[in-house]
Structures are given as C-alpha cells and as structure tokens.
C-alpha cells in the first residue's frame, strides 16, 4: 500500500508499506478520505520535529469503513461508516484522574505522536471509534475532527444565542467556528486578510472585514452599539492578531486562543485588567464534541459542499499543502484509495 509520511525539511514522501493486522483492542479501518489542517502544515514546516518521530505518516481528519476487527474488540463490524477522535489518554495523570482526558499530560494525538490516517489501511484503538450515521457521505465526513474542534471552542466560551461574537482569521478552522457559532445563535463577525477567503467567507452569510482598510476596533465598536464583542476567537496565529484582540472585548467579555501559537506573544494585560477580560485556551475536543459534530456534518448545517474545495489522490498531497496554506483552497481532502492500484 501506498502511504504520505513527513520526512523532515518540509518533505513528504508517497512510499510503499506493507499493512499490519489489528491487534488487541484495535480496529483496522480502510481510510476513505483524510482533511489537511493547519497543524499538519505545521509538522511539515518542522515547528513539531521535537515531537514526532520521522517518518510520520501523518493525518487526523478522516472518515472510513471498518475493514477488520483485532481480537477482544465488540460493538464494531466489517462495513460500518466510523470516523476517529485521534486521542489517546493513559487514564492515570493528574488530568485524567479530574476528568481532562482530552488533555492528557501524556496523551498520545494519533497522527502526530504515532502514526496517521495517510494510508489506506489503518489500525486504531478501538476507543477512538465514532460511529457515522446511515447516509452521510464519507467526504463530508472527513470534517467531523475540524467541526468538533470548532464544536469545543464554542462550548469553551460559554457563548450563548444572541452574543456579538469576532472570529479573528478565516481560514478552515475559523470558518468552522464562525458556522457552528452561528449554530448556537450568536452574529458573527469574521475578520480576515485574504480576499478570496473573505469572499467565500462572505457567501456564507458572515459579516467580514480588512483589518488592513478598516479600523477593525471602530469596525466592532460600531456593530456591537459601542459594547464590544461578548466573544473574541483568535483563530490566524498572527502576533499582531493577539495583541489587537483585547480591543475586541467587551467588559467581562471572553478571549479563546483557537491557533498554535509556535512561539510567546505579546498580550494588552492593560486591557485584560481595565475590563476584567478573560482568557481561555482551548485545545482538541470532548467526546461530546465529536457527537455534535457528526450531528452538524449530517444535518447540512456545516457546508460540506462550499469548504471543501480540492478532493486530490495520495500523490498529490504535497502540492495539497501549497494551494492549502496559500489560500487557494479552503478545505483539502486527500482520496487516500484513488490511485493505489495504479501505482503499486
């Protein structure tokens, strides 16, 4: 089989594997189709070489059927349409004794810290399983791990129906909050630099901006009657963007840090004090989550159709990750099946 594995200086390599048989506990699915993130451009620019160990066949957002079963594993069979909640915990820390099991001081990301869903067969603990319902089309499906993400965040700021809420970056995860914050009733504002993103940004029905030809402060003083925002999300990593968020905030209102931040940024703590501002950071997803999610794929609340723009096979992934972080495209999904047989 052919897999997609990062090899250190940005590079990926399409190289043949031999499949291993599901062990204990594992399920081995066969991959359908595999979203790329923004953490994964982050592993191929090397920000993580610290942590993964190379080669890494990367990928976390994916969708897929059951195609076998290691011994000990009930409740799953050959055939079922599942998804994957990439984490596994060690259930013993301090953060998992309280109940942060997604935060695990040892937690395992699967697709970062062992082996992704870049490859057509895949064996997986059989905890991480999510089942997807009769009738929902696997490419969509491969959004479920990105809108859980956005799922979390929302719930993370305690955002309730009616709330003023900033989207700081327009990209596939800011998007996704920006919808699923619409979902739980808020107005939403997204704030973003690249025009095509703010177009189709702006297709969806959002409110949009330039914080380069718009005093975006004025810009949400404005639309919020001179409150400011209830909810800021910064989502774009920029160090500018985390130093102009604090402006955005109500009084009392709420910053959630959404984006990996590679290095420390510079914060307005006079504005955090002056209005009692509160930071959250919010990392991964909850189980229930990941249930909402595949609840908003399956309904048509999420998009599928508008964000996902490019569907490429396995050997295209590298060219993938350029028209991705160029802004070409807003969401990219990985055929993992298309082209095997041709090229083994």
């Keep these: ?46 920000n993580m070489d610290a942590r993964v160990h190379l080669p ?27 998804t ?26 699967i697709g970062i810290d062992s082996p992704g869903a870049l490859q057509p067969l895949w064996n997986v603990p059989a905890a991480t399983l999510v089942a997807l319902p009769a009738g929902i089309a696997l490419d969509a499906a491969a959004l ?33 909050i920006a919808t699923v914050a619409q979902a739980f009733g808020a107005d939403v504002a997204v704030i973003e630099l690249d025009p095509r993103r703010r177009a189709q940004i702006a297709a969806l029905g959002f409110e949009t901006l330039d914080p380069r030809e718009t005093d975006q402060v004025a810009w949400v003083d404005a639309w919020t009657s001179g409150v400011g925002a ?19 905030a109500k009084v ?16 307005d703590l006079q504005r955090l004090f002056w209005r009692e501002l509160r930071i959250l950071g919010a990392r991964v997803y909850q189980r229930t989550d990941f249930e909402r999610a595949v609840e908003l794929v399956a309904d048509g609340t999420i998009p599928s159709d508008v964000l996902i723009t490019a569907i490429v096979p396995l050997s295209e992934t590298r060219a993938a990750f350029d ?22």
């Excluded at 890494?56 to 599942?82: D, N, R």
């Design 1 to 46: 089989m052919l897999t997609a594995a990062y090899t250190g200086n940005s590079t990926i390599a399409i190289a043949e594997a031999e499949p291993a048989p599901p062990g204990p506990g594992q399920v081995q699915l066969r991959v359908a189709y595999v979203g790329l993130c923004g953490t994964d451009l982050h592993i191929l620019h090397g």
């Design 56 to 82: 890494l066949v990367f990928g976390h957002e994916m969708s897929g059927i059951v195609a076998a079963v290691g011994a000990g594993v009930t409740g799953w069979t050959v055939g079922q349409a599942v």
């Design 84 to 109: 994957v909640m990439p984490l596994d915990w060690d259930g013993t820390c301090p953060a998992c004794l309280a109940g942060n099991q997604h935060i695990c001081q040892n937690l395992d990301f």
């Design 144 to 176: 479920v791990e990105p809108v859980a993400v956005a799922v979390h965040d929302v719930r993370r700021s305690e955002l309730v129906a009616g709330d003023k809420a900033v989207v700081i970056g327009g990209g596939p995860i800011g998007v996704l």
């Design 230 to 248: 209830d909810v800021v999300f910064e989502v774009s990593g920029s160090a500018a963007a985390v130093l102009g968020a604090t402006s955005l």
């Design 252 to 267: 009392r209102g709420t910053l959630v840090v959404v984006a990996i931040h590679p290095t420390p940024r510079e914060i």
């Design 323 to 344: 028209d991705l972080e160029s802004g070409r495209a807003m969401k990219v999904l990985v055929d993992v099946q298309a082209g095997q047989d041709e090229d083994r």
